[in-house]
T-cell receptor, first 110, second 116 residues
Framework: SQQGEEDPQALSIQEGENATMNCSYKTSINNLQWYRQNSGRGLVHLILIRSNEREKHSGRLRVTLDTSKKSSSLLITASRAADTASYFCATGDSWGKLQFGAGTQVVVTP | GAVVSQHPSWVICKSGTSVKIECRSLDFQATTMFWYRQFPKQSLMLMATSNEGSKATYEQGVEKDKFLINHASLTLSTLTVTSAHPEDSSFYIC????????????FGQGTRLTVV
């Protein structure tokens, strides 16, 4: 079963704008991860944030985690056309099992 | 570096036949692997946990007799879709966790199965 919800389901922005997507989950977690998937392709791991962390950065990516609200957000700054993809959050347990969110489809137009 | 190799990357089969998908851990041993399924325009759903030397654990709603999982060695897990039907057409992907569960897992490249 899926762990939680993501919003928005779809996001359309222009190059240079920021993209923000949110993820909510239901149970306790070990970590929360964000993945990107281009149409019909495999998963690309973007960033992992541990349950005792609140914010993490990687290049143009910024992830926040609020365990009290059971939510996380992914911010992509200065978006590029190549950022067009589906983005999924996934919660990880202590066994390495992942429960994925519903995903956000991002389209960045030049 | 350590990776997970999944084969085939795509397969087309006739309705009623069986298809085997392999997931190999390269340069590391994986006592546990996970199998996920993704229908078009949907998210990834965990199907089962593959355990080396013991029976797989299936998620609710996944038929264990239809999706046979074998994890006979520390580097190989296989998923066999038996008597495939068009509704089994999907993207199947495996993953193997690292020893440190608080780091990202290794994912295979995925297999796109089309049943005609």
């Amino acid at each position: 079963s899926q762990q939680g919800e993501e919003d928005p389901q779809a996001l359309s922005i222009q190059e240079g704008e920021n993209a923000t997507m949110n993820c909510s989950y239901k149970t306790s977690i070990n970590n929360l991860q964000w993945y990107r998937q281009n149409s019909g392709r495999g998963l690309v791991h973007l960033i992992l944030i541990r349950s005792n962390e609140r914010e993490k950065h990687s290049g143009r990516l910024r992830v926040t985690l609020d365990t009290s609200k059971k939510s996380s957000s992914l911010l992509i700054t200065a978006s590029r056309a190549a950022d067009t993809a589906s983005y999924f959050c996934a919660t990880g347990d202590s066994w390495g099992k992942l429960q994925f969110g519903a995903g956000t489809q991002v389209v960045v137009t030049p | 570096g350590a990776v997970v190799s999944q084969h085939p990357s795509w397969v087309i089969c006739k309705s009623g036949t069986s298809v085997k998908i392999e997931c190999r851990s390269l340069d590391f041993q994986a006592t546990t692997m996970f199998w996920y399924r993704q229908f078009p325009k949907q998210s990834l759903m965990l199907m089962a946990t593959s355990n080396e030397g013991s029976k797989a654990t299936y998620e609710q709603g996944v038929e264990k007799d239809k999706f046979l999982i074998n994890h006979a060695s520390l580097t190989l897990s296989t998923l066999t879709v038996t008597s495939a039907h068009p509704e089994d057409s999907s993207f199947y992907i495996c993953s193997a966790p690292r020893r440190n569960m608080n780091t990202e897992a290794f994912f295979g490249q995925g297999t796109r199965l089309t049943v005609v």
